[in-house]
């Protein structure tokens, strides 16, 4: 069964930095592209960035700079490392994996078939 867990959320003051995590099981994470998408209260869940099978990155222009994606083949596990964080970046932040090898479209989710559960980023002082 495939299935992904996010963690590495919290609770961050602006200009802060978290790392979140974005753990597979049943598949190999670096076979497919893989999303982040993040919901804020009474917003539409936003594509944030995306990894390709091919290690490609993409970054929605409000994070670009910021933000960054890498993976970690030997633990299956997709990274999104979070600097200078904005009191507008929180939200509910989601991985989730593509139909797709590659990044095209990253902010469409009907490109993706699997979904983590979420993890709260609250940036606040």
């Known amino acids: 069964q495939m299935q992904l867990v996010e963690s590495g959320g919290g609770l961050v003051q602006p200009g802060g930095s978290l790392r979140l995590s974005c753990a597979a099981s049943g598949f190999t994470l670096d076979s497919y592209a893989i999303g982040w998408f993040r919901q804020a209260p009474g917003k539409e869940r936003e594509g944030v960035s995306c990894i390709s099978r091919y290690s490609n990155t993409n970054y929605a222009d409000s994070v670009k700079g910021r933000f960054t994606l890498s993976r970690d083949t030997a633990r299956n596990t997709v990274y999104l490392q979070m600097n200078s964080l904005k009191p507008e970046d929180t939200a509910v932040y989601y991985c989730?994996?593509?139909?797709?090898?590659?990044?095209?479209?990253?902010?469409?989710?009907?490109?993706?078939?699997?979904w983590g559960q979420g993890t709260q980023v609250t940036v606040s002082s």
């Open positions: 989730a994996k593509s139909r797709y090898s590659t990044c095209s479209y990253y902010g469409s989710m009907s490109r993706y078939d699997d």
